[in-house]
């Protein structure tokens, strides 16, 4: 019986996909004498409200249509040449709508820019820290210049490393998780934002709050990237990204994240650091709750140094 059900539900599920969606569709273009494409253009206003919908409608509704499939996976510069496709088999005459095809540019320009960055974050992530290369050596001690600018190194592998908040006395097994990905966020943090790493690093060292500073980063590059591959983030990157989201956009997103994690970790007041998964669990579901309005930047025009820190 449930089988039954389950599968009468689905024909319907599917005749309104097939038949009634389509007659809506027609009334609708009928009596605003505009494409759905139009509609969502004309009626929402740049950014995730309307690229979110405008990927929608090229997935779902136009799923038959190669040409139109074609258009989330299109190379960045191919992009202007797919609209002016779409525009035809649409029948828009661009004439006397100039501004369909710049709306639709800079959503599918959004589109493509989250698809790239997607990969590029997943490349990072999966190549691991290799102490026989230079430039993954020079970040690492570029790392603790960063962080420790008073005190020199006395050795590649030190129990120092921990002084920063690494497990070890070689942080090279601390980026196994996010190989790559981790160390470029957390240099990235403490190059541009250097007062609120330095502010953090020294708060994570307090008795009262015990974390470990790169520990916590690499964690919350976990958290960022979670949030990336799952498009969590597409409401956030597409508000604050005018066209192609770039890694700095996901750096500079990650700065915020580190920012707000510990401002919540001292909120929660954890009684050790045995709690972290659960304080980060919380933390995270509360990240998704933002980022489920269509209009969320958790960083609008994002600036590093311009961010409020709160010297805790």
């Known amino acids: 019986m449930k089988h039954f059900l389950r599968m009468l539900t689905q024909f319907f599920v599917f005749l309104y996909c097939k038949c009634l969606w389509r007659g809506l569709k027609f009334v609708a273009r009928k009596f605003t004498g505009r494409c759905e494409l139009q509609r969502i253009c004309y009626n929402n206003k740049h950014g995730a409200r309307r690229t ?17 499939q074609s258009a989330l996976s299109a190379h960045p510069d191919k992009v202007e040449k797919i609209i002016d496709d779409i525009m035809a ?13 710049i709306s639709l540019q800079a959503s599918l320009l959004q589109i493509v820019g989250y698809r790239n960055l997607v990969a590029e974050v997943e490349k990072l992530r999966r190549e691991p820290y290799d102490c026989d290369n230079a430039q993954h050596e020079d970040m690492l001690m570029k790392l603790w210049e960063e962080l420790r600018p008073d005190t020199p190194l006395t050795g590649r592998i030190s129990k120092q490393w921990c002084e920063i908040g690494f ?3 070689d942080p090279k097994t601390d980026f196994r998780g996010m190989g790559l990905l981790g160390l470029y966020n957390l240099l990235y943090f403490a190059e541009h934002d250097k007062a609120a790493a330095l502010q953090m690093l020294h708060d994570s060292l307090l008795p ?3 974390y470990s500073f790169a ?19 597409k409401t956030h990157l597409y508000n604050v990204a005018p066209e ?17 994690f510990h401002r919540f970790w001292i909120e929660e007041d954890p009684s050790d650091i045995m709690e972290f998964n659960r304080v ?9 709750r933002q980022l489920r309005d269509p209009d969320a930047a958790l960083c609008p025009r994002f600036s ?3 961010l409020h820190f709160v010297n805790l």
């Open 89 to 101: 088999l649409k029948k828009i005459n661009p004439d006397t709508n100039p501004q369909l095809g």
């Open 304 to 306: 590093a140094s311009d």
């Open 167 to 169: 497990q070890g006395s």
């Open 280 to 288: 980060r669990a919380k933390f995270h579901r509360r990240v998704v």
């Open 244 to 260: 192609m989201a770039t890694l700095l956009h996901l750096q500079q997103t990650f700065c915020y994240l580190m920012q707000e």
């Open 208 to 210: 009262k709050h015990n």
């Open 215 to 233: 520990i916590v980063g690499i964690n919350i590059t976990d958290l960022a990237y979670s949030l990336l591959v799952s498009g969590a983030l």
């Open 52 to 68: 979110l919908k405008i990927g929608k409608s090229l997935l779902t509704i136009f799923n038959l249509n190669k040409l139109l």
